[in-house]
T-cell receptor, first 112, second 111 residues
Framework: DVKVTQSSRYLVKRTGEKVFLECVQD?????MFWYRQDPGLGLRLIYF???????EKGDIPEGYSVSREKKERFSLILESASTNQTSMYLC???????????FGPGTRLTVT | GEDVEQSLFLSVREGDSSVINCTYT??????LYWYKQEPGAGLQLLTY?????DMKQDQRLTVLLNKKDKHLSLRIADTQTGDSAIYFC???????????FGKGTSLLVTP
């Protein structure tokens, strides 16, 4: 069965902290994605990666960076967390020959 | 970019059929998807349709595609309270691997 896991379901951080959100998939997928989900705005793509060490900016990359050192792991980094980064963060993965994405359970991040 | 459009809310009675509508943006999209999100959870892939099809049926789910109007719909037969969730439609973007999602339709099923 397809499995995408995220390191935390809930996270509370202070303004200015460096935050790491981890995502792991066990399906050997090449593509991995980070979205944030906010009420009334739907899902917005932050970054995606189509291979190890490769990354592409999505629609809203400002304030975020990513790391993909291993195929199964894709990390989202908030260099200096701000209150407007309080959101639900969703990770997804997909095969290179298919578009359907498989999602993790999400991390609800609160920045105070 | 252009938005995938969905109505925000739908309320139906248990046992009735639900129809969730979506207008997508890219006539060259190869696949169109429906995802379900239950409260506090990630998105679950429900079904998808290939762009050369008009209809796809999967148990209680029926997907209809009108390419001319770029209109996609999801019909849920015999809707149950467990179907209460947010439903997202998505299209594959013209370039790259990303999907373009609608803002989601909140379906409320009342007894």
């Amino acid at each position: 069965d397809v499995k995408v896991t995220q390191s935390s379901r809930y996270l509370v951080k202070r303004t200015g902290e460096k935050v790491f959100l981890e995502c792991v998939q066990d399906m050997d997928h090449e593509n991995m994605f980070w979205y944030r989900q906010d009420p009334g705005l739907g899902l917005r793509l932050i970054y995606f990666s189509y291979d190890v060490k490769m990354k592409e900016k999505g629609d809203i990359p400002e304030g975020y960076s990513v790391s993909r050192e291993k195929k199964e792991r894709f990390s989202l980094i908030l260099e200096s967390a701000s209150t407007n980064q309080t959101s639900m963060y969703l990770c997804a993965s997909s095969r290179p020959d298919r578009y359907e994405q498989y999602f993790g359970p999400g991390t609800r991040l609160t920045v105070t | 970019g252009e938005d995938v459009e969905q109505s925000l809310f739908l309320s139906v009675r248990e046992g009735d059929s639900s129809v969730i509508n979506c207008t997508y943006t890219d006539s060259s999209s190869t696949y169109l998807y429906w995802y379900k999100q239950e409260p506090g959870a990630g998105l679950q892939l429900l079904t998808y349709i290939f762009s050369n099809m008009d209809m796809k049926q999967d148990q209680r789910l029926t997907v209809l595609l009108n390419k001319k109007d770029k209109h996609l719909s999801l019909r849920i037969a015999d809707t149950q309270t467990g179907d209460s969730a947010i439903y997202f439609c998505a299209e594959n973007k013209n370039s790259g691997y990303a999907l373009n999602f609608g803002k989601g339709t909140s379906l409320l099923v009342t007894p």
